[in-house]
């Protein structure tokens, strides 16, 4: 394999990953614009935090992973949907860290752990070369 096909497949590598672990997680975001984060900031009032903090999702599931997908300012976008996940998981999910799912036997916060993850490695990799700005 010579070190240009090796650049295009990891490009395309990049490109597969950002559209899978952004695309995914704006899903989630889209379905929070119609129903609304209500239920985030009651999660939020019940912990002694601000409410308004729950418009955070927006920025974590719907902005960020939209610059992802275009790849503009992809590794800063990348970690705030990262911190999202972190801090989704910490406010709703914290009592199943470290559990196991009984039905699928896997780990029971593992499709939080993906994005979380693969946010991580978009953020630490960059966009490569199908971006709006490319490294």
């Excluded at 590598?13 to 975001?29: D, K, N």
């Excluded at 019940?46 to 997908?69: C, D, R, S």
Aim: glycine fraction near 12%; proline fraction near 4%.
């Amino acid at each position: 394999m010579t070190a240009t096909t090796s650049s295009a497949r990891r490009d395309q590598g990049l490109l597969v990953l950002r559209l899978t672990i952004a695309g995914l997680l704006l899903a989630h975001g889209v379905s929070k614009a119609g129903a609304g984060v209500g239920w985030i900031s009651d999660m939020l009032a019940n912990m002694g935090l601000p409410g308004f903090l729950a418009y955070g999702a927006y920025v974590g599931e719907i902005m960020a992973p939209l610059l992802v997908l275009a790849g503009l300012f992809t590794r800063p976008a990348a970690l705030v949907m990262a911190f999202h996940m972190a801090t989704a998981i910490l406010l709703a999910r914290r009592d199943a860290i470290f559990s196991i799912n009984p039905q699928s036997g896997g780990f029971a916060i593992e499709l939080e752990l993906l994005f979380l993850l693969g946010a991580v490695a978009i953020a630490l990799l960059g966009p490569g070369r199908y971006a709006v700005r490319p490294d």
